[in-house]
């Protein structure tokens, strides 16, 4: 009887059945709170890993537009180099074979395409306007 002065029984149970509730309610929650952390961790490690490969793809493609861009300042040199040759051997002779003439030209559209000029339009002019001749065969004294 000093105990019912102190501790309602039926309150007791009331409490107890409270808590019960509460940690039957809270651990489902609990869990499933739980595995949404760690699948959010997870994405974050893969987007991590993602945004790693992003750049470094990034990286590599603008290596490969500099890796380009110097292959194409090269080819227009050789070509140029080429022309310049050509034009320079054709217009001095004052004359020009057809197989140069189709050779330049086949060289100034590939020129012209990766964005030469440099003055070559009016040497091609200048070659054009040559008469044309029979090749000269090798040989012949």
């Known amino acids: 009887m000093v105990a019912d002065k102190f501790v309602n029984l039926d309150s ?35 987007n991590s890993e993602q945004g790693k490969q992003i750049q470094a793809s990034i990286e590599d493609r603008e290596t490969l537009h500099e890796d380009i ?7 227009l040199a050789i070509i140029r180099i080429e022309l310049d040759k050509i034009c320079a051997r054709n217009i001095r002779a004052g004359k020009c074979a057809l197989s140069e003439r189709e050779r ?6 590939a020129y012209s395409e990766m964005s030469g000029n440099h003055g070559m339009a009016d040497k091609m002019q200048a070659l054009k306007s040559l008469p044309i001749v029979e090749a000269e065969q090798k040989g012949n004294t």
């Not at 039957?24 to 929650?29: G, K, R, S, Y």
């Not at 861009?69 to 080819?75: H, Y």
């Not at 330049?104 to 559209?109: G, Q, R």
């Open 12 to 46: 007791l149970v009331w409490w107890l059945k409270f808590i019960g509730l509460v940690v039957a309610t809270a651990t489902p929650l609990f869990i499933l709170i739980q595995k949404y952390y760690k699948a959010l961790k997870s994405a974050e490690t893969t």
């Open 69 to 75: 861009e110097s292959l194409k300042k090269g080819l």
């Open 104 to 109: 330049a030209a086949m060289l100034y559209e």
